[in-house]
Each structure stands twice: as structure tokens, then as C-alpha cells.
């Protein structure tokens, strides 16, 4: 019986402990899980940061949209109909994948250099862009809305699936971003578009009808000049010819007047020789 009893202790002990420590769980994660903010005041926070990204993204201040995200963000953007542009411009595949504050602001710098975009339209109150946010706990806020750019005569439309806005102290921070683009269309307001397409296809149509115009001018060109090409090898033969054969009788004549002279040189120094052979004999004798 004395056995019996003290098993029993030791079973009831055990319980015990471990309702005391199930307890002790459970107040500890209603205490972590307390909420000191209502929905509507959190939202209240955070929504303004979120206007704001907005608004510094239309006046250029892409230092500010980049440094909103914390240094070990991501972000995740499928590119859809511009996947070929921005994989030709901006060396990226679609989706892409970034992480880190430096490559996220670099990101959306080249979307306004290099891809033209402004004029964002995203995280309205109402409208067409409305944006719609579930509050996860009093410093995080998941936000989703519709989103259009302008960029270089068409309009960009596509979808920020998510973005995670966490609490950082007195600000609100991007943990994590993903947005796709989903069509491409011509601005409606834009004219200029519209208008380089219509010269190009009026130029397209009217080239042929100068080329034949051309074609007539361009034959009486080539055709004309050949009968003088013909005259002027035939004068250039005419000319050429008698001035050689007058070249060569003078140099003809010249060589026979240079070998007469020279045979009457070689004449004269033989009777001159002679003549003085002949007054020293002469002198010999007399001696």
C-alpha cells in the first residue's frame, strides 16, 4: 500500500508541472500577442509612407525609393510584354529577382533612365488605384494595389502583389516588394506616336513613285556620256601621236649635228698637231 501511495504522489506531481508550465506558455504568448494599436491606427501610420514613396517616385528622387527599403530587402518583378525590352536595355530576365538596398535603388533608377517611367499611379484611397492593405500586427502592414507608369508614349499597367511595410521605430520600411507588369498600351493622349507611324507609312507608300521618276534621269545620265568617252580616247590619240614623232626627228637631228661638230674638233687638233711637228723639224734644220 505504502508503494501504491507514493506512485501516486509522484504521478500527481508530474501533472502538476507540466500544467503549471502549459500555463505559463500560454500567458507568456497572450502577452507577446497583446496588441496596443486598433487596425485603423496602424493604418493610419503606415499609409502615409506609402503616398509618399509614390509621390518621390514622380518628382525623381529615386535616392529616397531606394533607401525606403532596409539593406536586406528584396524585391520581385515579373516584367510580362516589356520582358524583352528591359532583358535588351537593362540586362535583366523577367522575373527577376533583387536583393539588398544597393541593387533595389539601382533598380528603380533605371526604370525611370533607362525605361522612361514617371507619372506613377498606385496606393490611392479610392478609384481606379486603390490600394488594399491587411494589417498583420502593429508593426506590419502587407499592401497590395493596381499600378500604372507612363513611359516613353505608351502606358505600363501591372499590379504590386505585395509589399510588406514594417515598423522602424518612427518610419515605415520595405521588407519585401513583388509587382508585375501585365499589358502595354498607346497612350490615348499621346499623338506623336501615332503620328511618326502615319509618316512612316506615308513615306512607304509614296517612295516607289519617286524611284520611278528617278529611274528615267538616272538613264539618260548613263547613257549620254559614252560617245564622248569614245571622242576623247580618239582626240587624246590624235594629240599624243604627232608630238611624239616631232620628239623623236629632233632628237634624230639634234644626235647628227653633236657627231658633225665633233669630227671637226678632232680634225682641227690633228692639223694643229701637225703643224707643230712640222715647225720643229723645220727649226732642226736650220740649226
Not at 494599436?37 to 503606415?46: M, P, T
Not at 516588394?177 to 502615319?198: C, K, N, Q, W, Y
Not at 507609312?201 to 519617286?210: F, K
Request: hydrophobic share 45%; aromatic share 6%.
Amino acid at each position: 500500500m505504502a508503494l501504491t501511495s507514493g506512485c501516486k504522489f509522484v504521478s500527481a506531481s508530474r501533472l502538476t508541472a507540466v500544467l503549471l508550465v502549459y500555463v505559463g506558455t500560454c500567458q507568456a504568448s497572450t502577452e507577446q500577442s497583446r496588441r496596443e494599436l486598433s487596425d485603423e491606427e496602424v493604418l493610419a501610420s503606415q499609409s502615409f509612407f506609402s503616398s509618399q514613396w509614390r509621390k518621390k517616385f514622380n518628382a525623381g528622387e529615386v535616392l529616397y525609393c531606394g533607401q525606403a527599403f532596409l539593406e536586406d530587402a528584396s524585391l520581385h518583378v515579373t516584367f510580362g510584354p516589356m520582358a524583352d525590352t528591359v532583358t535588351r536595355i537593362l540586362s535583366l530576365p523577367s522575373p527577376a529577382l533583387l536583393h539588398g538596398q544597393f541593387q533595389i535603388e539601382a533598380f528603380w533608377n533605371a526604370t525611370q533612365v533607362a525605361l522612361g517611367f514617371k507619372e506613377m499611379k498606385a496606393y490611392s484611397e479610392e478609384g481606379e488605384f486603390a490600394a488594399s492593405a491587411m494589417v498583420v500586427d502593429d508593426n506590419t502592414v502587407l499592401v497590395s494595389s493596381p499600378l500604372s507608369f507612363a513611359a516613353k508614349q505608351v502606358t505600363v499597367k501591372g499590379e504590386v502583389l505585395s509589399i510588406m511595410w514594417v515598423r522602424t521605430g518612427f518610419q515605415w520600411k520595405i521588407r519585401s516588394m513583388m509587382f508585375a507588369i501585365r499589358d502595354i498600351s498607346e497612350d490615348p493622349a499621346d499623338t506623336s506616336l501615332r503620328g511618326a507611324r502615319a509618316t512612316e507609312a506615308t513615306s512607304a507608300t509614296s517612295q516607289p513613285e519617286r524611284k520611278e521618276e528617278a529611274l528615267p534621269s538616272l538613264m539618260t545620265s548613263t547613257s549620254l556620256p559614252e560617245p564622248a568617252k569614245e571622242e576623247e580616247v580618239n582626240l587624246n590619240s590624235t594629240i599624243v601621236a604627232p608630238g611624239l614623232t616631232d620628239v623623236t626627228s629632233e632628237t634624230a637631228v639634234t644626235a647628227g649635228g653633236h657627231s658633225t661638230v665633233l669630227l671637226m674638233i678632232m680634225a682641227a687638233i690633228i692639223v694643229g698637231a701637225a703643224a707643230i711637228l712640222a715647225r720643229r723639224a723645220k727649226n732642226r734644220r736650220e740649226a
